[in-house]
């Protein structure tokens, strides 16, 4: 049985934590976060995560190869997963083509591109709401807040055309209750 692998997106406040969450128990998946990812290889002080420390330290941004490398290992601590869901990688077509090829040498490739549709003034107001609660300074000021998405955008946008011309892409939409939200995500994956 091939594994079931998705990358989920959307922007800020978009709702991915959570239903991440829910697809991850649904399905059997494990969760591929780049960010703690990262942070777990620098922690283990493993050669990645030397790599990924050294040129953090130095404000520059880890390399794609050195992410993929990341991801690999964790693919491969997990050989019996039912599949897994992308959180944050890739948000490049570069990095979107590094792991299609990574993934089709296991023969493993994605089978979704799931993105979380929401109106900016829905995730601004969901945001200014988490950061009531959160204590993140960065869900509290509505310009920034307005920048992330517009930083989201910008990035994304190729990557939904560059999944839609593998027929991988689906909209869904990111407005109503969890419930309904998830419902319409378990109908994209068919």
Do not use: C, W
């Not at 790599?51 to 190869?65: P, S």
């Not at 939409?173 to 378990?186: F, K, N, W, Y």
Request: zero cysteines; charged letters at 30%; proline letters at 5%.
């Amino acid at each position: 049985m091939s594994k079931l692998n998705i990358v989920l997106f959307g922007p800020p406040g978009a709702g991915k934590g959570t239903q991440s969450n829910f697809l991850i128990e649904r399905y059997g998946l494990v969760h591929l976060s780049t960010g703690d990812l990262l942070r777990a290889e620098i922690k283990a002080e493993s050669p990645l995560g030397k790599e990924a420390k050294e040129l953090m330290d130095q404000g520059e941004l880890v390399d794609d190869a050195i992410v993929i490398g990341m991801i690999r290992n964790k693919m491969e601590a997990h050989l019996d997963a039912k599949g897994f869901i992308f959180d944050g990688f890739p948000r490049t077509t570069p990095q979107a083509e590094a792991l299609d090829a990574m993934l089709e040498g296991k023969g493993e490739p994605i089978s979704h591109m799931l993105a979380l549709e929401v109106p900016e003034a829905e995730l601004v107001k969901r945001l200014i709401g988490r950061g009531a609660t959160s204590g993140r300074a960065d869900d509290k000021d509505e310009a920034i807040i307005k920048n992330r998405i517009r930083e989201y955008e910008n990035k994304t946008a190729p990557l939904k055309d560059y999944y839609r011309a593998q027929g991988k892409y689906t909209p869904v939409d990111g407005v109503g209750s969890m419930e309904e939200i998830t419902e319409r995500l378990v109908k994209a994956i068919g």
